[in-house]
């Protein structure tokens, strides 16, 4: 998808997005089955999963790829002493962004702009480290984007990113269902963590650190379901007159039902020029 595709999508569906999920546009981390926790927490819970991987050190400076509506870029701001620039291809991502970081007082740190993953505009060498929740699964070449995050980077510079996780289904037909609710999503492609080790050494980075949490995060799809039912309820409004239909979100939800969920740690070489 061309990444006017992609911003146009978050300019007209993040508002809904974040005022269902928290303020977070990624899935939760949740304790169990029986986890009583809002999305909210849940989403936070995963962030901050992310920022132990970080370690952020004083001084630092972050390079948020795709930093949806600010939150988990603020969360770390206010974990750590470090300076975050936030890009992302949607205009109202950016303003959402700029805006919170404002009411929350870190806005002489952290700073939102528009900008494509796929054509960095940054100089080489120039952040410690990049973090992506969650983005690299809109972008349409993956190994392109590492690349740039290796450059980017310094040496010992390090990556932390979080995506969900999938393999091609076996037959035409799964493969074109699949292909469609992605597309619904602004979703480019989902790999799995074989491909993601590849990928990350190809670019030139060492691969330190991958997980899989999918029994922690499998059960964000039926709980965004029951949410989603309950916001139109509440709001008095017809499902299937909404943005995001309803058939599309148990559609959609009941394919990443059967997806995975990885965090994955990376770091370029200390002695690479």
Not at 13 to 25: A, H, R, T, Y
Not at 34 to 50: I, K, N, P, V, Y
Not at 146 to 171: E, F, M, Q, Y
Not at 175 to 183: Q, V
Request: charged fraction near 25%; include cysteine.
């Amino acid at each position: 998808m061309a990444p006017e595709e992609v911003g146009r999508f978050f300019d007209e569906k993040g508002d809904v997005l974040g005022e269902l999920l928290g303020g977070n546009i990624h899935f939760g981390y949740w304790l169990g089955p029986d986890d009583t926790s809002t999305f909210a927490e849940a989403g936070e819970r995963l962030t901050d999963h992310m920022i132990e991987i970080l370690a952020p050190k004083p001084g630092e400076r972050v390079l948020d790829l795709g930093c949806g509506r600010g939150r988990p870029a603020i969360r770390l701001a206010q974990a750590a002493d470090v300076r975050i620039v936030g890009i992302s291809v949607s205009k109202r991502d950016v303003e959402v962004s700029n805006a919170l970081a404002q009411a929350e007082g870190v806005a002489d740190r952290v700073a939102f702009q528009h900008a494509d993953a796929m054509d960095l505009p940054f100089e080489p060498g120039s952040f410690d480290a990049v973090w992506a929740l969650e983005s690299l699964l809109h972008m349409p070449d993956r190994l392109h984007v590492l690349k740039n995050i290796a450059a980017v980077l310094k040496p010992g510079g390090r990556l932390v990113l979080c995506d969900v996780s999938g393999a091609t289904p076996a037959t035409e037909e799964g493969r074109e269902a699949l292909a469609a609710i992605l597309r619904d999503w602004a979703v480019e492609s989902l790999i799995g963590a074989d491909d993601y080790a590849a990928l990350v050494a190809d670019a030139g980075l060492t691969l330190t650190e991958i997980i899989d949490v999918s029994e922690r995060t499998r059960y964000s799809p039926g709980k965004v379901v029951e949410l989603f039912q309950k916001m139109v309820e509440a709001q008095g409004i017809p499902v299937d007159s909404v943005e995001l239909p309803m058939d599309l979100w148990e559609k959609s939800f009941a394919a990443f039902e059967h997806m995975g969920y990885l965090l994955l740690a990376a770091e370029r070489p200390a002695d690479q020029p």
